[in-house]
C-alpha cells in the first residue's frame, strides 16, 4: 500500500510533555505506531490519561510530537494540506449558549470560507443530517449534551472532510443519544469517511469500529478488528431451539463420541442497552 491509501500513517510517535511548575516530564504517548486506512472507523481506546486526546491533537498538528512521524493522507501534519482534510469534534465542544443551531453553524461555514447560497444549503443538509430540523431555532443553552454534541459534528463536517476526528463523542450522553450519534458515524462511513474516534466507554465502541487500538499510560497494549480481539479462539457456539433436556444429552454425548466436548449451555442475553432502548421507544 502506498503513503496516500492511508488517512493516518504514524509511526514511533512520542509525545512528552514538560510540566509548568515542576518542570517534570510526563510521557503522554510512547512510540505508537499506528496506520488507518482510507474509509475506515478506527478506535482509539483506554482509560483516562492513557493518550487519546494527545494522539487527536498530534493527527490535527495542534501539537507537535517530541519524536516520531505522522502524516495525513500522505501530507505532514499541521501542513495546510492536511488539515483541509481534517474535521474536529473536541471532547467539550464549547459553543455560546444563546445562539441557536442555525447562527453557530452559518457562523462556523464562513470561517471555511463558504458564503451565500452554499453556505445556506450546507447548513440546512448538515442540520437535516445529524437529525436536528425541529430544534434548528433553539437556543443551544436549551440543548442536551447529545443534540449538542451533534451539533459539534455538524460543525465538523462544514467544510466536507475526508478525516473525521471524534473525541469521545459520547462521553455523558444518554444511551439513546448515544445511539443516535452511532447511527451517524456508520451514516458518515457509508457515505465514505474515514473516522476516528476516541472512547473510554467500551461499550459502545462495538457496534461501530472496523479497527481498534488499546492504549494504557501511552503505550499501545493490542491492536486489530474486534473480531480477532474478542473471539475466543478453539470454541463455537450454536444457537438452539426447542432444546430438551434429553435432547441436551444425546448432543453431549454425540460430541463426546466425536472428541468434542460441550462447554456451555445457557440462554443468549440480549444486551442492556438494547433491552432499555426497545423499553423506553414501547
Ligand atoms: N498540555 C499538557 N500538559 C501536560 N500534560 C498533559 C497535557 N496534555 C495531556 N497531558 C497528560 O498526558 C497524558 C495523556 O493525556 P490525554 O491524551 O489527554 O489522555 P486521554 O485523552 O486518553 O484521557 C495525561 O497524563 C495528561 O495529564
Ligand atoms: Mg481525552
Known sequence: MNEQDFAVGASGLTKTFTLEWTRKKLLALDGLDMQVRRGEVFGLLGPNGSGKSTTMKLILGLIRPTSGMIKVFGEPSGSLA???QLGFLPENP????FLSAREVLNYYGKLVDLCGKQLRERVEE???LVGLPLAADRALKTYSKGML???GLAQALLHDPDLLLLDEPTAGVDPIGSRQIRDLILALKKRGKTIIFSSHLLEQVQEVSDRVIILHRG???QEGTLDELLS???QSQFTVSGLTPELQEKVAALLKSE???LVNVSHPKQKLEDYFIRSVSK
Do not use: D, H, N, T
Not at 464549547?94 to 449558549?97: H, T, V
Open 82 to 84: 492536511s488539515r483541509r
Open 94 to 97: 464549547y459553543f455560546p449558549g
Open 149 to 151: 454534541q451533534r451539533i
Open 259 to 261: 472428541g468434542a466436548e
Open 232 to 234: 475466543v479462539q478453539g
Open 219 to 221: 503505550k499501545k497494549m
Open 126 to 128: 448538515l442540520i437535516e
